[in-house]
């Protein structure tokens, strides 16, 4: 119990009335999980290659669903600071890490059940769609169930990130830019620049270990360390963010 009076479970019932009564929240994350399947089942349909990795080409919505969960995740702080809902919050629950916290795990979880059934329409539908000759994977084959879920997983870990980054910096504008910079800009650079910091970008790590069954060169690490990777993204910008929070004023 606070010195407020509210626990952990009465935060998270509030952010969760937030969340659900957002309507244009959940039009636009289903929308963008709807974007994530449908480049799935194209890139399932252009595939040609019988000795390629059929699941990684069908997860490759994965890299449109990422942008959506993590400005999603910004905004989900910076337009109750744009909005002014904010100082109704803290003005309820003072201790802002709390609501950092609760905010985190009820976004968390709504990203991770939209990830998991992007993914895996994704993945059935983009595999119905292979042309003849080319390999049907299963879920039931070596290591494609892996591949299904922990692409689910990191476009729960991106929405995370970018509630650490909306806490950041706490300006909608600058915290989808550099949501968008971060995921898409900054591996493109150090990608082209040849750089070995490449293995170590989350988008690098999804297209490259996390959706892929026969994980590309440079990626020899095991998918659940990678996993880690990203995942101490999100905790970093969690935590920093929350650190922000709790010393800056409104």
Known sequence: MTADGYTFRHVAWMEWIKLRTLRSTTWTLSVGMAATVALGV???????????DPTN???????????????????????????????????????RG??????????????????????????????????HGV?????????????????????????????????LLRHGAAAVATVVGGLFVLPVIIGA?????????????????????????????SPWLELAIVALYSVVLLTAGGWRLERRDI
């Open 57 to 95: 080409n069908v997860l490759a919505g994965v890299l449109v669903g990422q942008v959506i969960t993590g400005v999603l995740g910004a905004l989900a702080v910076t337009g109750e600071f744009g909005s002014g809902s904010i100082t109704t919050t803290f003005g309820a629950v003072p201790r």
């Open 135 to 167: 390999p049907r994977p299963t879920l039931g084959s070596p290591d494609v169930l892996r591949a299904v879920l922990m692409s689910g997983a990191y476009l729960a870990l991106t929405g995370l990130a970018g509630l650490g980054v909306g806490a």
């Open 42 to 52: 194209v890139a399932g349909y252009n595939t040609r290659n019988a000795g390629g």
């Open 98 to 131: 709390l609501v950092l916290a609760a905010k985190a795990v009820v976004w968390g979880v709504a990203f991770l059940v939209a990830g998991e059934a992007a993914v895996i329409a994704s993945f059935l539908l983009g595999v119905a769609a292979l042309r």
């Open 193 to 221: 620049a040849g750089h070995a910091a490449g293995k170590f970008m989350p988008e690098m790590i999804a297209a490259n270990s996390l959706a892929a069954v026969k994980p590309m060169p440079g990626f020899t690490w």
